[in-house]
C-alpha cells in the first residue's frame, strides 16, 4: 500500500465479475474501491440481471426442462416487489422514490423500478466501463501451470459477433460469481405429469395472462408467484386451482382471497391423461 490509501500495482488484483445483476454490481463496486482491476461479464445486452424484464419465452420448452434455459429473466409483467423499497437498496445509495422523473414512487413498486435502480447505481459510480456485454462466460478453470497455481483461466463468447460461438480466454487473480439461481426452474415430481397430454409450463416462462382465456388452470405451488399469478388469471380463466403442499402453506388470509377470488384450493394433485385441465406449474 502506498500514500494516501492507493494501493501499489504489485498489490492488485485482476478480477472477473460473472453477472451484472444487483449482487455482481456492488461487488464490481467493491472490488474497484480496493483498487482492483475489475471486469464485469455480462451474457444479455444491458445490466440488471433478474430486473431486466424480458418478455421473451422460452416457447418450445415452457417447462424449462433444458439446461440452461435460453431466456434469462424470470419476471412476469405484473411483478411488483413484496418488500418495501427501503430494505431493497444498498446502505450508501438508497432505493428512494423519484416521482419527479415519471418513474414509480410506491413504496412496492414494480420491476421496472429496480432495473432503473441498479441503472442509477452504475451511473452514479461510474460502472458501466466496467461490463462487457453480451458476453457470456462458459467455464472457469484453475490456470494450467507447472506448479499450483492461484489463478483462473475464464473462457468466454463474445455473443454479438456473427457466429457467437467462438470462446476467448482470459486468465484473471480471482472470479466472482453472481450469475443468479432464479432462472433454472425447479420441477416438482407428479404423478401421470409426463403421460398427460394438456399443456404445461412453469412460472419462468409467464408473462401475462391473456394465453390462459377461457381455460380451466391448475396453479402448482403456493408460493408467493403460485398466488399472484393464480389471482392474476383467475381474471381471464374458466376456472382457476391452487395447489399447496400442505395446510401449512394456507393460512386463513390466503383462504378468505382465495375463496374472494373464487379460486379453488386443492392439497393433492394426480394427473389423468385424459384430463382437459391445463397445468400451470408454478414452483420454483
Not at 90 to 96: G, L, R, V
Request: net charge neutral.
Amino acid at each position: 500500500m502506498v500514500g494516501n490509501g492507493i494501493m501499489a500495482p504489485s498489490q492488485r488484483k485482476k478480477v472477473c465479475v460473472i453477472g451484472a445483476g444487483m449482487a455482481g454490481l456492488v461487488s464490481a463496486r467493491e472490488l474497484r474501491r480496493e483498487g482492483d482491476d475489475v471486469t464485469v461479464l455480462e451474457q444479455r445486452g444491458d445490466v440488471g440481471g433478474q430486473w431486466l424484464y424480458d418478455p421473451r419465452v422460452d416457447g418450445t420448452d415452457p417447462l424449462g426442462t433444458a439446461e440452461p434455459v435460453k431466456v434469462h429473466s424470470s419476471l412476469y409483467a405484473s411483478l411488483c416487489l413484496i418488500s418495501a423499497r427501503e430494505t431493497m437498496g444498498f446502505t450508501d445509495f438508497p432505493f428512494a422514490p423519484k416521482p419527479k422523473d415519471g418513474r414509480d414512487s410506491r413504496r412496492f413498486p414494480g420491476h421496472r423500478e429496480v432495473y432503473l435502480y441498479l441503472k442509477d447505481f452504475c451511473d452514479a459510480f461510474g460502472l458501466m466501463e466496467l461490463v462487457r456485454l453480451n458476453t457470456s462466460a462458459a467455464r472457469v478453470a484453475l490456470a494450467p501451470g507447472p506448479t499450483p497455481t492461484r489463478q483462473w483461466t475464464v473462457s468466454s463468447v463474445d455473443l454479438g459477433k456473427c457466429n457467437g460461438t467462438e470462446e476467448e480466454e482470459e486468465v484473471f487473480d480471482a472470479v466472482v460469481v453472481a450469475n443468479g439461481h432464479y432462472s433454472q426452474p425447479i420441477l416438482p415430481t407428479i404423478k401421470g405429469m409426463q403421460v398427460w397430454r394438456g399443456r404445461q409450463m412453469h412460472s419462468h416462462s409467464y408473462r401475462v395472462p391473456e394465453q390462459f382465456r377461457d381455460e380451466v388452470v391448475v396453479v402448482v405451488g403456493c408460493g408467493l408467484s403460485g398466488m399472484e399469478i393464480a389471482m392474476e388469471v383467475r381474471g381471464v380463466a374458466k376456472e382457476v386451482h391452487l395447489v399447496a403442499k400442505s395446510m401449512e402453506e394456507v393460512t386463513q388470509g390466503l383462504a378468505k382471497v382465495l375463496a374472494k377470488h373464487s379460486v379453488s384450493l386443492h392439497l393433492q394433485l394426480h394427473w389423468s391423461c385424459r384430463s382437459p385441465l391445463h397445468m400451470h406449474a408454478c414452483t420454483k
